[in-house]
């Protein structure tokens, strides 16, 4: 099996419920072994002890977003990803790893222009886990792979769209189909209001990178790159509903 497989696991209330059956087996048995006393009765103490025990070694917590891939010495035995109390094989080993979306800022990293000159550039990266059985196994450390190929992205990208002077620059990101921010290094005022007046963008980092920012900012971006903006006051637009009364 090279693929993941999506299976379901035993309710554990109910075999919680078993294993206080069990426990109760065993202390009646062998108190009742001790009383006769009887070894085979303590036998049977001992081996309902272990049952009990075997019982609860298998429970295990999914919680939502989350997932638990299953492995039965070294053999893949399917993802759990229904959320909930639940029993599976006390043998299986249980890895846990969460679905959820992530965030990865990007290191800043120093490539080259089209003209050779040092440019820092850098990437905000949205991903989680989509398969299961290829982040546990087609990797070593999937996280860090998530790392390190956005790195390589990156440099990728910036070697696709070199430029040769501010306006070249201008007018290729202009063309992309995305507007969230800008990054602009330079200390002339005029280059600045250039690119506010050109950049379909939704907002102009003026000697930082294009994922700065901080809370109360208006964060947001144009065409493909969101569908509004965050902050106190868009929050209130979208929750605000307009009606024209006319009284006469």
């Known amino acids: 099996m090279n ?5 379901s696991a035993v309710s554990g ?3 919680i419920l078993l294993a206080i059956v069990f426990a109760l087996a065993a202390v009646a ?3 009742r072994g001790a009383g006769a006393p009887s070894v085979p009765l303590i036998v049977t103490g001992l081996v309902f002890i272990v049952a009990a025990v075997f019982v609860l070694s298998g429970l ?3 919680n939502p977003n989350d997932a638990r891939v299953l492995v039965l010495f070294g053999t893949y035995k399917g993802t759990v990803k229904g959320n909930g109390f639940c029993w599976a094989n006390p043998f299986l080993v249980k890895k846990r790893i969460t ?3 992530r965030n990865l800022n990007g ?3 120093k490539v080259n222009d089209k003209g050779g000159n040092p440019i820092q550039i850098a990437a905000v990266v949205v991903w ?3 398969d299961t059985y290829r982040a546990s196994f087609d990797v070593d450390n999937y996280e860090h792979y998530v790392v390190v190929q956005s790195e390589a992205a990156v440099r990728h990208l910036a070697g696709r769209y070199p430029y040769d002077t501010f306006e070249d620059g201008l007018r290729q990101l202009g063309d992309t189909r995305y507007g969230l921010q ?3 290094y330079t200390r002339d005022l005029g280059k600045v209001l250039a690119a506010v007046r050109q950049l379909d963008m939704g907002g102009v980092m003026v000697n930082d990178t294009p994922i700065f920012r901080v809370d109360h900012m208006p964060y947001g971006g144009n065409r493909r790159s969101g569908i509004g903006r965050e902050g106190v006051r868009f929050a209130v637009e979208e929750m605000t509903s307009l009606r024209m009364v006319v009284l006469r």
């Open 13 to 15: 209330y109910g075999m």
């Open 182 to 184: 800008a990054g602009l």
């Open 107 to 109: 290191e800043k990293l």
């Open 3 to 7: 693929r993941e497989s999506v299976r």
């Open 60 to 62: 295990f917590i999914v």
């Open 128 to 130: 989680q886990v989509e």
């Open 29 to 31: 048995a062998i108190v």
């Open 99 to 101: 679905l959820r979306a």
